[in-house]
Antibody
């Protein structure tokens, strides 16, 4: 079974940094794009960014709201996805979800989600 | 950026009702649209992809239709476990975006 387990969330001060991890199992991780999606408590879903697969050289895409501050990386040998969050702002407070993306067919996007890890940015 | 506008933002319905939720895209996105269901305190779960293809394991009372800029999610014979928030999402171009959500509540 496909499993995605996020970790690393917590309380951080504005301007600080945090690194989230997503441990994947049950599928060939290197074949898939992977995404981060966040949700402010009580609000809707916001796509944060994407790591493409090895065929596409692990290139990344980001939402404008996080570009230049957040970095997505992955370690296929560990079946893990990461989100390095720098220069954090109070508006980055949210639950962060790891989601599985396509291999090649776009219809594969967002088919599995982790349980989420909460991040609170506050002084 | 492609904006997705869902309507209504909330609705009240009874068990057994038919419910229809609409998602309008600000630009044509072919069939590059999915629907997710989220229950309180839980992660979203994909129900439909490619605008109309049911995810494996999802009950057949859920259906999706549309292409281009206008899409609908229909739930036939609403069940107690269907009370949740529903989101449309597109994967046509970057940035990927979600609709604002539709909360389906018990009447």
């Amino acid at each position: 079974d496909v499993q995605l387990v996020e970790s690393g969330g917590g309380l951080v001060q504005p301007g600080g940094s945090l690194r989230l991890s997503c441990a994947a199992s049950g599928f060939t991780f290197s074949d898939h794009y992977m995404d981060w999606v966040r949700q402010v408590p009580g609000k809707g879903l916001e796509w944060v960014g994407r790591s493409r697969n090895n065929r596409h050289s692990y290139t990344t895409e980001y939402a404008a709201s996080v570009k230049g501050r957040f970095i997505i990386s992955r370690d296929d040998s560990k079946n893990s996805l990461y989100l390095q969050m720098n220069s954090l702002k109070t508006e980055d407070t949210a639950v962060y979800y790891c989601t599985r993306g396509r291999r090649e067919d776009p219809d594969g996007d967002f088919d599995y989600w982790g349980q989420g890890t909460p991040v609170t940015v506050s002084s | 950026d492609i904006q997705l506008t869902q309507s209504p933002s909330s609705l009240s319905a009874s068990v057994g009702d038919r419910v229809t939720i609409t998602c309008r895209a600000s630009q044509a996105i072919r069939h590059d649209l999915g629907w997710c269901q989220q229950k309180p305190g839980k992660a979203p779960k994909r129900l439909i992809y490619g605008a109309s293809t049911l995810q494996s394991g999802v009950p057949s009372r859920f259906s999706g239709s549309g292409s281009g800029t206008e899409f609908t999610l229909t739930i036939n014979s609403l069940q107690p476990e269907d009370f949740a928030t529903y989101y449309c999402l597109h994967y046509n171009s970057y940035p990927l975006t979600f609709g604002g959500g539709t909360k389906v509540e018990i009447k």
